[in-house]
C-alpha cells in the first residue's frame, strides 16, 4: 500500500512551458486534491475531485486545469507556466470528507 | 484573506515540557479543525483533529482545544519530544454543496524541542 504518490519530485520548467503533475492514490480514495504552498502563505487550494469525471476549483484555480478519469489518478496540468508558479505543490485523498492523506510534494521551479 | 492564522511562526520548548500552539479562524461555517504535522521534503501527515460540536479530543500525548466563542484552537503536546520537532499546520473545513470538505491551512508554526 503506497498511499498517494507524486511525480516528479523536482521540475524546472522555463516560462511559456507546459507540463503534468502526477497524483496516484492506492486507497480507493473518493475524494482528491491538489494544493500549494508558498512561503508564509500556508497551503491553499487549487482543484479537486469528489470521484471519477467530477472535478472543481479551489481558491487559486487559475493557471491549472485537472481531470479525473479514473478513481486512482489526478493529474495536474500548468498549460503555460508563469514565474508565478514556482511553489511546492501537494496532492491528497480521503475517503470520508474529514481526513486527508497527503503525497510527499512536487518543488516546481519556473524560470 | 486568511481566514485560518497561525500568529506563532515558531516556537522553542524544552524536552519533557509543554508545547502549545495556537491557531485562530475567522469563518463561523467551519465545523472541523485539524492539526497536520509536516516534516521538511514531505507531505503534512495527520495528527489529531475535532469537531464543533466538541471542546477537546485527546490522542495520547495531544490534545486539541476548541473554543467557538473565540474562534480558536490549540494543541497541546504534553511531554513534548525531540521526535516532535516539526512545522504544525492547522487547518479547517466546511461543507461545500458537492459534499467535499476542503480544508483552509494556517501558515504553520515551526516546533523545536531540545533535548
Known amino acids: 500500500n503506497a498511499g498517494v504518490t507524486q511525480t516528479p519530485k523536482f521540475q524546472v520548467l522555463k516560462t511559456g512551458q507546459s507540463m503534468t503533475l502526477q497524483c496516484a492514490q492506492d486507497?480507493?480514495?473518493?475524494?482528491m486534491s491538489w494544493y500549494r504552498q508558498d512561503p508564509g502563505m500556508g497551503l491553499r487550494l487549487i482543484h479537486y475531485?469528489?470521484?471519477?469525471?467530477?472535478?472543481d476549483q479551489g481558491e487559486v484555480p487559475n493557471g491549472y486545469n485537472v481531470s479525473r478519469s479514473t478513481t486512482e489518478d489526478f493529474p495536474l496540468r500548468l498549460l503555460s507556466a508563469a514565474p508565478s508558479q514556482t511553489s511546492v505543490y501537494f496532492c491528497?485523498?480521503?475517503?470520508?470528507?474529514?481526513?486527508?492523506?497527503f503525497g510527499p510534494g512536487t518543488r516546481l521551479t519556473v524560470l | 484573506d486568511q481566514q485560518v492564522k497561525q500568529n506563532s511562526p515558531s516556537l522553542s520548548v524544552q524536552e519533557g515540557r509543554i508545547s502549545i500552539l495556537n491557531c485562530d479562524y475567522t469563518n463561523s461555517m467551519f465545523d472541523y479543525f485539524l492539526w497536520y504535522k509536516k516534516y521538511p521534503a514531505e507531505g503534512p501527515t495527520f495528527l489529531i483533529s475535532i469537531s464543533s460540536i466538541k471542546d477537546k479530543n485527546e490522542d495520547g500525548r495531544f490534545t486539541v482545544f476548541l473554543n467557538k466563542s473565540a474562534k480558536h484552537l490549540s494543541l497541546h503536546i504534553v511531554p513534548s519530544q525531540p521526535g516532535d520537532s516539526a512545522v504544525y499546520f492547522c487547518?479547517?473545513?466546511?461543507?461545500?454543496?458537492?459534499?467535499?470538505?476542503?480544508?483552509?491551512f494556517g501558515t504553520g508554526t515551526r516546533l523545536t524541542v531540545i533535548p
Open positions: 491528497a485523498s480521503s475517503q470520508n470528507t474529514d481526513t486527508q492523506y
Open positions: 475531485s469528489v470521484g471519477a469525471g467530477i472535478t
Open positions: 487547518a479547517a473545513s466546511r461543507l461545500f454543496q458537492t459534499g467535499a470538505n476542503n480544508l483552509f
Open positions: 486507497m480507493n480514495h473518493e475524494y
